[in-house]
């Protein structure tokens, strides 16, 4: 069984910054992918950034520049640094982790959710 367990939402003023942490706990886990989805209320679940093992990274167009995510693969851990915030940035953030089964299978787990509320 694998578990994501996510911290650091909060509520900060607009122009701030928060750190997103998500760490995969679970036996003998080979993660590929680790990203960070978002969904504000009445909207779809987005993809906000990921990144692979070997460190590649992917930003939604309106993060870019704000946002840096890292992970360490030695702890399972994916981080979300979020610079200059903005009251659209307001959403309840998840973690996603790809975890590798077997050579042929591999499954997404999700944590929790973490809020991040934005004031203007």
């Known amino acids: 069984q694998v578990q994501l367990v996510e911290s650091g939402g909060g509520l900060v003023q607009a122009g701030g910054s928060l750190k997103l942490s998500c760490a995969a706990f679970?036996?003998?886990?080979?993660?590929?992918?680790m990203g960070w989805y978002r969904q504000a209320p009445g909207k779809q679940r987005e993809l906000v950034a990921s990144?692979?093992?070997?460190?590649?990274?992917n930003y939604v167009d309106s993060v870019k520049g704000r946002f840096t995510i890292s992970r360490d693969n030695a702890k399972s851990t994916v981080s979300l640094q979020m610079n200059s915030l903005k009251p659209e940035d307001t959403a309840v953030f998840y973690c996603?982790?790809?975890?590798?089964?077997?050579?042929?299978?591999?499954?997404?787990?999700w944590g929790q959710g973490t809020q991040v509320t934005v004031s203007s």
């Open positions: 990144v692979t093992r070997s460190g590649g990274t």
């Open positions: 996603d982790a790809e975890v590798i089964l077997s050579s042929f299978q591999s499954r997404l787990y």
């Open positions: 679970g036996s003998s886990l080979s993660i590929n992918t």
